[in-house]
């Protein structure tokens, strides 16, 4: 299959994502805000605070980890993959299936 330079950054053979600006500026926050909180869990380590305290908030950076997840899956579904059936390329099917249950695994 010969893709242009575009379609090939557009999930192509490169295997690049394609997101917006905007979309990356969301992603970033969140890693940002997520990277922060791995930051205050450990300092609750260092600081002996109470166990329980310390899962509540590792709960809350799985599940803001686990946004990012379903934010990205989102969109590889609505472009990626669209595209790559578009194109007659079916594989991507168990390509996603395996992704899908490597998320379902947390």
Known sequence: ????ATEESHCGSERKSH??????KNLQTRLNRIEGQIRGIKGMIEKDTY??????QIAATQSALNS???L?????????IVD????GDLEVVDELLVTMKRL???
């Open 1 to 4: 299959m010969n893709l242009t």
């Open 72 to 80: 990205l899956l989102e969109g590889h579904m609505k472009s990626c």
């Open 68 to 70: 990012v997840s379903k």
């Open 84 to 87: 790559r059936i578009q194109e």
């Open 19 to 24: 997101h917006s600006d905007e979309m990356k």
């Open 51 to 56: 166990c329980d305290d310390v899962i509540t």
């Open 104 to 106: 379902m695994k947390k």
